[in-house]
């Protein structure tokens, strides 16, 4: 049985990491480390009770690294470097009710992920981060 997560949310919700991954602030170096050219990312843990998100997350990570990074989503035993994560908790709200009939008519869902960025041919970590958060909001499709 799968979850309701909504789907549509977690490439949001993967860019967010990725723009941690890659770097924030202000700096005069490259976004992106010009001597990583590959990554694997397997899928990630997941310590929640939404069956199934885990691959759908990583999923979506794997295609918003190929579509907004330098990087080739490749295997772990050719990749220069492994993406691992954990989906440490979901959290969905309704932000607003209809009407008629009170059902939800904005949700608002919150992603906490444990993630570790490492360089496979240094053994180093490249990024190592905890509890990090991805807010979203959606508006659910009507019931049937």
């Known amino acids: 049985m799968r979850s309701t997560f909504p789907s549509c949310l977690l490439p949001w919700a993967c860019c ?3 723009l941690l991954a890659g770097g924030c602030g202000y700096t005069a170096k ?10 694997a990312v397997p899928i ?4 929640t009770f939404y069956q ?8 979506a990570l794997k295609k918003q690294l190929e579509l907004r990074t330098p990087y080739k989503v490749t295997s772990v035993s050719t990749a220069d470097t492994e993406l ?9 709200d309704q932000l607003s009710r209809r009407r008629p009939g009170g059902l939800p008519q904005e949700m608002q869902v919150s992603i906490s992920v444990d993630f570790e960025w490492k360089d ?9 981060r905890r509890g990090f958060v991805a807010v979203g ?6 019931p049937l």
């Not at 490259?30 to 990554?39: A, G, K, N, S």
């Open 84 to 92: 691992r994560g954990t989906i440490t908790r979901i959290d969905q």
């Open 16 to 18: 967010l990491v990725l």
């Open 137 to 142: 909001r959606y508006v659910p499709t009507d």
């Open 30 to 39: 490259e976004l992106f480390p010009q001597d990583v050219r590959t990554v």
């Open 120 to 128: 496979l041919r240094e053994n180093e970590t490249l990024r190592d």
């Open 52 to 59: 199934g998100v885990e691959f759908d997350l990583t999923e």
């Open 44 to 47: 990630f843990d997941n310590r």
